[in-house]
């Protein structure tokens, strides 16, 4: 968990009520990311605390199959919401941010990634926008080999 002011906040106790005042389809993809042992779970706090938004992620290594001696990146983005007040204003950012720093430290292993898989399933443009800057940054950091 991180506040608005880009702080790491621990302290913080998660109950899947948390966004309940939301509803609908929100609301339900908080609890089960919280339920999700695979996957890992960002929330985005006001500057008092509040939760303003989520990103339920998974990322691994993996071997490929057919040729083990090739070791790719998969990553899956499974939700990203904000609420109303805190959209447009690239808050979104802060979540994609995190997501690099846990993958680039792969670069201080030994790990050579030969090409990666975005397994995620966009349902909306921004969605896919969201995908894209993380690709994009993958580049930037030459983690993403093609051969």
């Known amino acids: ?39 890992s779970l960002a929330v985005l706090l006001s500057d008092d605390g509040k939760p303003v938004g989520y990103c339920g992620y998974y990322t691994c290594v993996e071997e490929d199959y057919n040729e083990p001696e090739k070791t790719f990146l998969n990553f899956c983005i499974y939700h990203v919401f904000l609420r109303k007040e805190y959209q447009n204003k690239k808050l979104s950012n802060n979540f994609s941010n995190l997501i690099i720093e846990e993958l680039s430290k792969l670069k201080n292993t030994n790990i050579y990634v030969k090409y990666y898989l975005d ?8 969605g896919k926008c969201f995908g894209n800057k993380i690709v994009k940054k993958l580049e930037e950091l030459e983690m993403l080999r093609f051969e």
Do not use: Q, W
């Open 119 to 126: 397994s995620s399933s966009y349902i909306s443009p921004r």
């Open 1 to 39: 968990m991180f506040t608005l002011k880009d702080k790491t906040n621990y302290n913080y106790f998660l109950i899947k009520e948390t966004f309940s005042d939301v509803g609908g389809a929100e609301h339900c993809r908080f609890k089960e990311s919280i339920d999700d042992d695979d996957s």
